[in-house]
């Protein structure tokens, strides 16, 4: 007998690309196209606009502003991101071995990257590997490849204090060599980068996604478009940037300079990249400055730049599902949807307030 009630989702139902239904069923944790046998008037039903649960790819379980945070607030963190219908995240970089996770039902499913890896005094301070050498770069990428879940995340550039602007951290030779050992240790590599400068070097290195982005010209966009290289805008990020500006003003002007103006064309930067065919990865940034479970907001940051909200929706769900491996809702699948009352790609606000969110065949957030 089933641990957990038969759960009916009827409405819209969208698995994926082209595939709508109107109804599914939910048995011991599995999708079913077809109404199991012996059912009774007992049935829970859910009635609504229901997708493959949201992805976050660039989200910090395990970190907070001042470096690693304890189990339990990692815990919060996690539930925190579930509850706004996040049912899947790649980290994209934490202090905290957060491997446990994995062992807990009740937790969206994690993929993880290792601990940033960046350069002394040229990162957050507790965020990262730190690393003194630079020619060490590829055996701490080998290295993070080994401990995490198919991703490394390195930090390509920040703020050079005696520069007083970004610039790269690694020279371009290196970086190539650090990412052809993640790729032989079948992991891939997405890359923290504010400044212009790193992006050649980037692009030639043959990095697999590129967070942030914002320094990217016109013909880095339509490079990376080229080369299928995908953008995570983290447009809640970058709207603190001119918060970031005025803190730097009397020390550093120049890199003040840059934030604001980066921070000014953000919607006509990610509407670009829409256009060019890049494609865009919806990520909150969560887990230093930013609150987690506002995956929500940062997919109205991408409809307020210009990007169709039926596009954001998918790609906060199944296309970035199916970029990161996890798969297809399919006839047996383990359930991961989260439904709302009315359709988010009609109106993007509307995902702030899941109707249901099913994880692994157990329903968690009730509107």
């Known amino acids: 007998m089933s641990q957990h009630p038969v759960i009916h989702v009827h409405g819209t139902i969208t698995l994926g690309e082209g595939r709508e239904f109107g109804d599914v069923w939910i048995e011991d944790g599995r999708i079913s196209l077809t ?24 989200c910090h379980i395990g970190l907070a502003a001042d470096g690693a945070v304890t189990d339990e607030e990692a815990e919060a963190q996690a539930v925190a991101d579930r509850d706004s219908g996040v049912l899947l995240v790649r980290d994209a970089g934490s202090p905290l071995d957060t491997s446990w996770v994995a062992g807990r039902p009740d937790l969206p499913r994690l993929i993880r990257a290792g601990r940033h890896l960046a350069r002394p005094k040229r990162y957050l301070r507790g965020f990262g590997d730190e690393l003194e050498d630079v020619e060490s770069l590829p055996d701490a990428v080998a290295r993070e490849a080994a401990r995490g879940d198919g991703w490394v995340k390195v930090v390509a550039d920040w703020i050079d204090r005696e520069h007083g602007d970004l610039t790269p951290l690694w020279p371009d030779a290196v970086l190539a060599d650090a990412v052809r050992r993640a790729h032989e240790n079948a992991a891939r590599v997405t890359v923290h980068a504010f400044s212009t400068e790193a992006i050649d070097g980037l692009l030639a290195a043959d990095v697999d996604c590129i967070e942030h982005g914002t320094g990217m010209t016109a ?13 995570t805008p983290t447009l809640l990020q970058v709207a603190q940037f001119e918060q970031i500006a005025a803190q730097a003003d009397v020390r550093f002007p120049a890199f003040a300079a840059r934030m604001r103006a980066m921070h000014a064309r953000r919607y006509e930067q990610v509407r670009q990249m829409y256009e060019a065919g890049v494609r865009l990865l919806v990520g909150t940034d969560a887990g230093g400055t930013i609150d987690h479970g506002r995956i929500a907001h940062e997919c109205a940051e991408l409809v307020a730049a210009g990007v169709p909200a ?12 199916s970029y990161l491996g996890a798969g297809e809702l399919v006839e047996g699948a383990s359930a991961d949807l989260v439904v709302y009352a009315e359709d988010p790609r009609s109106d993007i606000t509307v995902l702030r307030s899941p109707r249901a969110v099913i994880l692994r065949g157990v329903r968690y957030a009730r509107a």
């Open 219 to 231: 013909d880095h966009i339509v490079e990376a478009a080229r080369r299928g290289v995908p953008v």
């Open 310 to 321: 039926a596009d954001v929706v998918a790609a906060a769900s199944w296309r970035t599902r």
């Open 35 to 58: 109404r199991p046998a012996g059912l009774t008037a007992d049935m829970h039903r859910i009635d609504g606009h229901a997708f493959p649960g949201l992805v976050d790819v660039h």
